[in-house]
């Protein structure tokens, strides 16, 4: 299995995998949250610690500048109890904090006490503390003050909501608390901070004892919950099962989608397949024109790659540019609905430019949810449909026109053989004539050379006449030595009064070196006719400087015959197609001068060939063979 298709296959493992990421990225951000709370709080105990050990330390110095200040007071006065419980020091500092003052002498003799009567304070009992000092000359004044009272007024109130403040020695015991009732142990481990007091607290107003091992202990009475772990174990724990059954129904998902898209592309390709071998053109469109789909078939029969093809608007590249309008026209007639629904004929143009005919049928292109999104046409190439229909147009009247041919023929049989008796009596009459002159004695050398023609061209008509009948007779040409030059002339002389009239300048370049060859003469003759003639005709578009050059010369064993006009040309035609039978250029033409001109020429072996001139003008010219004594003298 290739490696894309077994990354395809495992896609659905990415939503499972990604959510394992992201629940181990929690986890680990709630034990990192977790952690920093914990330094959090444990920052903020040591500050709170160290706060309210600054706080007790100034109440401690505070409360040892006061007695100074008393025992300054009381310098050179008598002791007594009197004297103290008078003193406005002494009960200020037993409001405050102090549990007893008493005035002793150098060898540390009761003076003087207040109060006189102990038990009188609900601190009286457990450790207290003292604070001393000396009364000149030889007196000391001892105070001594509870250390849970220091505890209680000593301490902020803040701190003291928050914690549970305790003096605690190095035995851990508790020497004084902020509480009435301590117990540590019973509501389980609570964060807390021991700071050692600084500075010695006398345990004894009479010696030098001391707390030098006394530390303050902070503990944090209500711990901050820790909601955040518990939510995300909980969220976690829910969270997992949910995305294995998503993963899992997923995949089934997965599954079905692939076998979906299995199934489509197998249609797919069957459609296409079937598309592409279908000989009918599909193309589909919007409502625009814009081309959506077309099928190979199509695409063939425009020489446009699909490629190019989708995505374009009308005007279409496959339309003729002489008829952008028309199709236009319709394609707009179409797009609103109105396409013929037995289809409608019209005329494309092929990538190479040729045109081709088709048949379009229109039909409304509906989505999957019933609604028309545009038109699918078929459509059918009819171009060789439409050339047969032409072809058998063309044969039903050449058949009619071969029907008037045959009967022309016959006519023109019948003519000629009724035509050589009035002609032979035209000879006849006009030799009599010649005689009767001649016997009269008369010498008008204009009227005997008149009757002399007359005779001459009786002559001639009774010649073709013959011609005309051997040729509809079918019998061979008759090949006889004859001089090129002189039928050219004889035929040009029959012309030259036409060809003046329609004010046409002859030109001849006969060459004297062409020798006789054997040729029906009068046959021969027709072909220059006709050929001049079809010259003279084409030159009735030009206005002015009309020509025609008549020629001929030797080209290797065969004698060239050229006509050439300056008129508009072939036009593109090729010599197959002037002399196609039943073909012409004229509007009353037969179609038949030139095929009748190349079989003549043919079946004296020569060859008939047309081409354009340098000028822009037409030039056609025969060849015929030389004979042999004439090749070889």
Known sequence: MKPREILSRSLWLAPLVLSLIFVGGVLAWVRANGVEEQELQRQTLISDALSAEVQLRARIDDEQT??????????????????????????AGLRRLWLSVTWLDARNRVLAEVPEQAGANRYEDGLSLHLTARVAPDGVLVVRYAPALLLKRGVPWWLARKYDVQLVDSADQVIASSTDSPLRAAQGPRPSYRIALPGPLRASPLT????????????????????????????????????????????????QVQRAEVTGRTEAAWRRAMEDSALVALRARDFDGRLLYVNRTFCDMVGLPAEQLVGLVPPMPYWPPDALDELTERNRRNLAGHAPREGFEARWRHSSGRLLDVMVFESPLVDAGGRQIGWMGSIIDITERKQLEERE???????????????LGEVASTLAHELNQPLTAIASYGAGVTNSLAKLGVQDELVLGALQRLGQQAAHAGRIVARIREFLTRREPRHEPCDLNE?????????????????????????????????????IEQVVINLVRNAADALLAREGGRRIAVGSRLAGDFVRIDVSDNGPGLQGR??????????????EGMGMGLAICRSIVEAHQGILDASDTASGGALFSFSLPLSRESVHG
């Open 208 to 255: 030098e004892a001391t707390l030098a091992d006394a530390a303050l202990e902070l503990t944090l009475r209500e711990p901050v919950p820790d909601g955040v772990r518990p939510l995300a174990l909980v969220l976690v724990a829910g969270f997992l099962p949910l995305i294995a059954v998503a993963s899992w129904l997923l995949r089934r998902q997965m599954r």
């Open 487 to 523: 039928v050219i002339s004889a035929a040009l002389d029959l012309l030259k009064r036409d060809l003046q009239r329609r004010g046409i300048a002859l030109e001849l370049a006969l060459s004297p070196q062409v020798p006789p060859v054997l040729a029906d003469a009068v046959l």
């Open 66 to 91: 006061y007695l100074r200040q008393l025992a300054a007071g009381l310098a050179g006065q008598t002791p007594s109890s009197a004297v103290l419980a008078a003193h406005p020091e002494v009960n």
């Open 574 to 587: 090729r010599i197959e197609q002037l002399c196609a039978p039943f073909y012409s250029t004229k509007a």
């Open 393 to 407: 147009r063309r044969q039903v009247e050449t058949l009619a026109h071969n029907a008037r041919l045959t009967m």
